[in-house]
């Protein structure tokens, strides 16, 4: 083996490891938004906060709970969609 295709080898070796580390953390973000430890969802607007609503002993209204379902099953799919691109380009590499 000469050394530039052990460089390539080295090179592709690194892609193939970030694309892991970033699956995994993609993985791990679904699974903390799946969990029991949501417990609000935030907006940064310039220096404020906009929280939809506060997941603690209260009751959150129907309204709440549609807008934070829906988020949270847009943030789901759309973070599945790019695991699922990121496997791909690992599977290529």
Same mark, same amino acid.
């Given at each position: 083996m000469d050394l530039k295709t %052990?460089?390539?080898?080295?090179?592709?070796a690194k892609q193939g490891r970030e694309l892991v580390d970033r699956i995994l953390e993609l993985n791990s973000r679904i699974s903390r938004v799946k969990g029991k &430890? %949501? &417990?609000?969802?935030?907006?940064k607007i310039g220096s404020g906060t906009l929280r939809t609503?506060?997941?603690d002993d209260k009751q959150i209204s129907e309204y709440q709970a549609q807008i934070e379902a829906s988020m949270i &099953?847009?943030?789901?799919d759309i973070t599945n969609a790019e695991i699922e691109r990121l496997e791909?380009? %690992?599977?290529? %590499?």
């Open positions: %052990l460089e390539y080898m080295e090179q592709r &430890n %949501l &417990n609000c969802i935030d907006f609503s506060q997941w &099953n847009v943030y789901i791909k380009e %690992l599977f290529e %590499l």
